[in-house]
């Protein structure tokens, strides 16, 4: 058998590129590279990298990104939100989020860390690993926010531990990102929880994080608790016990938040009506979907559309 080269190709670690995958929407998928395994993972400084923004235009990625802004102007639309980007901010984007940025290149200053969910549970064996970091898929709480400068030192030094493991490979350094990024994961979650004073205990079983991972597969199909409960194969009461142990919130209220998530993605970037939307999301008329919307924001939604764009 012929053996393989397990140095990591530089070029390749650095490398994301944008595959057009829809009409409106493109999908920025990283690139992969080898280390004996699959090694999906990047991070680098704007100096060194200025990013790979598809500026002024809607896309997605298949990795989580972390910024770490030392000095920011603009603004981005996020998850239905419209974010203005300043100077000492930390901003988190899970898989698949629909993103817009507006800003100048030359005038962000930052340090990213890119990574597929592939990456980390390779090591792990944990399927619902990332699903438990409460920055994660959140749909209640914002993934932007500021960081003091003693914060953000700590966890960029951890990204810097990464970055040489990446440009100087030695046979080992697989395995130190690895543990380096587990290591920054976890802190950043009890940094996180501790910010929003979110619940922080050890889970008594799976059953909110598949639910979890469940919503963000399943919402355009399915909009019923009931749905995921039965897909589980546990009851509605065991399922929203857990649901409540974990998040402190509702399984009902992930749902709706988790389904509003896409009704906001769908008027500010599919182009469908209102009617449409309805259909696709399964209400039985574009009145229900309007009342929706007007109960979980306080806003209609020629109000919403007008204040973010």
Excluded at 133 to 150: K, R
């Amino acid at each position: 058998m012929k053996k393989t080269d397990k140095r990591m190709n530089h070029k390749d670690v650095m490398g994301i590129f944008p595959k057009e995958t829809e009409k409106h929407i493109s999908l920025l998928k990283y690139s992969k590279s080898s280390c004996g395994v699959d090694f999906l993972l990047n991070t680098a400084d704007s100096s060194e990298k200025l990013g790979w923004f598809n500026l002024n235009r809607q896309y997605k990625t298949d990795f989580f990104e972390f910024y770490f802004f030392r000095q920011a102007e603009g603004y981005m639309l996020l998850a239905g939100r419209r974010i203005e980007l300043h100077s000492g901010m930390i901003l988190v984007i899970s898989p698949f989020q629909l993103q817009e940025w507006h800003v100048e290149l030359d005038r962000l200053d930052y340090t990213f860390l890119v990574f597929q969910e592939e990456f980390i549970n390779n090591f792990l064996s944990d399927k619902y690993f990332m699903y438990r970091m409460l920055y994660c898929y959140q749909h209640d709480y914002p993934t932007f926010f500021d960081m003091g400068a003693e914060d953000m030192s700590r966890f960029l030094g951890l990204l810097r531990q990464m970055k040489k493991e990446l440009r100087e490979p030695v046979a080992d350094s697989y395995h130190m990102i690895v543990a380096y990024l587990y290591q920054f994961l976890l802190i950043f979650n009890r940094f996180y929880a501790k910010r929003f004073n979110l619940p922080f205990s050890p889970p008594l079983n799976n059953y909110a994080y598949q639910y979890k991972k469940l919503l963000e597969k399943h919402i355009t199909e399915k909009t019923h608790v009931a749905d995921y409960a039965e897909m589980m194969k546990i009851s509605r009461v065991s399922l929203n016990k857990a649901v409540m142990r974990e998040f402190g919130l509702s399984a009902v209220h992930l749902l709706k938040q988790r389904l509003l998530q896409e009704v906001k993605n769908d008027l500010l970037f599919s182009g469908l009506s209102v009617k449409e939307i309805a259909y696709r999301l399964h209400f039985s008329e574009p009145n229900h979907l309007m009342r929706f919307f007007k109960q979980m924001t306080g806003q209609t939604i020629s109000e919403f559309v007008g204040s973010i764009k």
